[in-house]
């Protein structure tokens, strides 16, 4: 009986770890073209941008320099940086939400601060996900 219990327990372990392993397959990077990350969704923001999501990117990555403390301790990982897009166009209150360390979250908020936005008419709360990888 005692067995039997030990068997059931192992083999209900080995199917909830399989299935888990198969589900774990969520990816939150899109193909690269010419080199530039492109996240899986629209950022909605980015209709406001001259060119369309694509643009604003290759323009983020352009202007990004990796961070010399982040290259030397091979520091990868997602920055997503909040702002508020006035009705004029303008942008304020930025502030990191996530920060892959080592200089990566600065670098970002500064290369967001750089983005020039078209006048929407209304304020839009956004947040721009800014990937480092090496």
Do not use: H
């Not at 500064?110 to 709360?125: E, Q």
Request: hydrophobic share 45%; net charge positive.
């Amino acid at each position: 009986m005692r067995t039997r219990i030990s068997f059931l327990f192992i083999l209900f372990a080995f199917v909830a770890l399989t299935a888990n392993a198969q589900s774990d397959k969520a990816t939150t990077e899109a193909p690269k073209e010419d080199g530039v990350w492109m996240p899986d969704k629209a950022i909605p923001v980015a209709e406001f941008y001259t060119g369309g999501q694509e643009a604003m990117y290759q323009a983020i990555y352009k202007e990004l320099e990796y961070p010399m403390l982040a290259k030397r301790n091979r520091v990868q990982g997602e920055c997503i940086i909040s702002f508020t897009l006035n009705p004029d166009g303008s942008t304020s209150n930025f502030k990191v939400l996530r920060n892959a360390g080592a200089g990566t979250g600065e670098e970002a908020l500064r290369v967001a601060k750089l983005i020039k936005f078209k006048a929407p008419g209304f304020g839009v709360d956004a947040s721009i996900p800014i990937v480092f990888k090496l």
